[in-house]
């Protein structure tokens, strides 16, 4: 009895990081990666984890009082099954609510909503475009018609290029803006104004620049 005694706490603490885990999974909370986001994550691993532990109290004192092992059992895995469905929920729309709020408040501000997703994750949430792979010295390392791409927890950075564009002379990133002036209409990038809608993301670890043109509407 005693070393359950001990391990209770640890048990129910424990339950925490599956908390973050499953919100973390459907995007709730977004650490960003990196040494910050571990950090992050712990923080909010240890907050779910704390209120587990006055769950797992509560639920000890008013349905399993005693210090038998068989009431230290039954206390813990109320307060998994608990934690993992009602506490997860709570959590879920807790943040949730917290963030349309806040939200709102930056709305009627002009400030930008705040958006959990990955940026990765933001920049090739498109239907279709083009796709430019480009090194920090200006070179196009691949070019081609954007098809999809893995996701920020994936770990990966890698597209499905459908047509790729070796027929042209794309060798520099100044060769690109060239190639849009004269192939853009039929290949549907401009919009009214004949102005491609280009954004670019910068992965400083890798050293490249993924330039991703959206087809127009």
Partial sequence: MSLLFDLAPFLTVAFGFLNFYILDLFEIIDTGGGESGVKEEQYWS???????FALFLLIKTVWFPGGTMASYAEAIVLTFVLSLTAGTLIFFFLIKLIRIIVNLIRTKG?????????????FTDVQSGLIFIIDFDGKVLESGTYDGATDFYSNKMDFLINQRFNKYDIKEEKDIEQFLSKNGNWLHVLNKKGVPSIQTYFDTSRRLKYMLVKTSD
């Fill in 110 to 122: 002009k400030h930008v909503p705040i958006d959990t997703r990955p940026l990765w994750d933001k």
């Fill in 46 to 52: 240890w907050i779910f984890g704390a209120l587990n």
